[in-house]
Nanobody
Framework: QVQLVESGGGEVQAGGSLRLSCAAS????????MRWYRQGLGKQRELVAT???????DYADSVKGRFTISRDNSKNTVYLQMNSLKPEDTAVYYC??????????????WGKGTLVTVSS
């Protein structure tokens, strides 16, 4: 069982920055595909950013150039640096892990989410 705990959410004014963290346990972190999703009020959950085992990254068009996903395998932690925040970035942000090795291969695990509110 993989446990994920997000932190770093809060309220910020438009144009500001936040850094989200997601601490993982219960698996070989370096073997996890890690993703950040978000869900705004009344909206479907959407994929924001992905980082592969080898450190390759991918982003939703809406956040490209503003958000950066990174991972520190020594700390079992994935980060989401969010700059130039906009009111439309307001959402609950969820960390997702998908082990690519071992008995948990291919299963999706989720954190409980952290709320980001961007005021105009």
């Amino acid at each position: 069982q993989v446990q994920l705990v997000e932190s770093g959410g809060g309220e910020v004014q438009a144009g500001g920055s936040l850094r989200l963290s997601c601490a993982a346990s219960g698996s070989i972190f370096g073997a996890n595909l890690m993703r950040w999703y978000r869900q705004g009020l009344g909206k479907q959950r959407e994929l924001v950013a992905t980082i592969t085992i080898r450190g390759g990254t991918d982003y939703a068009d809406s956040v490209k150039g503003r958000f950066t996903i990174s991972r520190d395998n020594s700390k079992n932690t994935v980060y989401l640096q969010m700059n130039s925040l906009k009111p439309e970035d307001t959402a609950v942000y969820y960390c997702n892990a998908r082990p690519m090795l071992g008995p948990q291969y291919g299963m999706d695990y989720w954190g409980k989410g952290t709320l980001v509110t961007v005021s105009s």
